[in-house]
């Protein structure tokens, strides 16, 4: 099974860049909740002004959210369908990992066939001979 994206590898590439910073996270999970301007987010997070602007740079990138001007401010807010593409993204992985644990999982529950040629071969100490030898030749 292969994963299929309607996403490109640079895509695919930049929305999990976009993701693997906490700050960029937080970004993305407030401008979810409402749109909120830069200045706002900014004001926010112990870093400058220019640094956030910069992870909102990022994040509109990996076109994650949406920035609009509305006057002199810059309104940031999520787009839904990137973060729908994305989780799809997630979604068939999980279902490939999910198949290929289960298939592990039936190859461990059957049972160990016995090696070849070991059953003839090797004596069991614990069982009679079927043929005790013959103590009456000369």
Partial sequence: MV????????QIDRVFQALAASTRRDILR??????QSVSELARSYDMSFAA???HVAVLEAAELIVKRAEGRERLVRANP???ARARALLARYEDLWRSRISRLDDLLA?????????SDTIPDPHRADP????????
């Fill in 52 to 54: 956030v602007q910069k």
């Fill in 81 to 83: 369908e990137m973060i």
């Fill in 110 to 118: 059957e049972p160990d066939p016995a090696p070849v040629g070991t």
């Fill in 30 to 35: 407030r401008t979810i909740e409402t749109e």
């Fill in 131 to 138: 043929q005790p030898p013959d103590r009456h030749r000369t």
């Fill in 3 to 10: 994963v299929r994206s309607e996403l490109s590898d640079e």
